[in-house]
């Protein structure tokens, strides 16, 4: 199961949009967000975050998460090139395409998906 992390697993853009450095504020999952991955962690779904935000920026901001979910290696090839959905279930040591899900509210990642031949489930932002 691969996650965008920010607009996704937390609201970084519409909390902090003009901010260049989060804080403990910003790294806070968005509704729902806590008990959906609880039920993937208890039943040991591997799971991996995604994002293309600047690494000083994602990091703090995957912080609730870091305890369990990995970070997707950072691709050459930006979005919506297949190479960041790839290389996250490299890293997550999946052998098969079949199964494998991307939830992102972002387009350009959702496109990512798809390029790569995932599942895709895309969030709506208000």
Do not use: Y
């Not at 350009?108 to 995932?118: C, F, V, Y």
């Amino acid at each position: 199961m691969l996650f965008g992390l920010s607009g996704c697993l937390v609201d970084f853009g519409a909390q902090a949009s003009t901010s260049d450095t989060p804080d403990d504020e910003h790294a806070q999952l968005t509704p729902g967000a806590q008990n959906a991955l609880k039920a993937l962690r208890d039943q040991g779904m591997p799971c991996a975050w995604i994002d293309e935000l600047p690494e000083a920026l994602s990091t703090p901001l995957a912080a609730p998460v870091n305890d369990w979910m990995i970070a997707a290696p950072r691709p050459t090839a930006g979005w919506p090139q297949p190479d960041a959905c790839w290389m996250a279930l490299m890293a997550l040591n999946v052998s098969q395409l079949e199964g494998c899900v991307l939830i992102s509210g972002d387009p350009r990642l959702l496109q990512s998906g798809l390029n790569a031949g995932l599942w895709t489930i895309g969030l709506a932002s208000c």
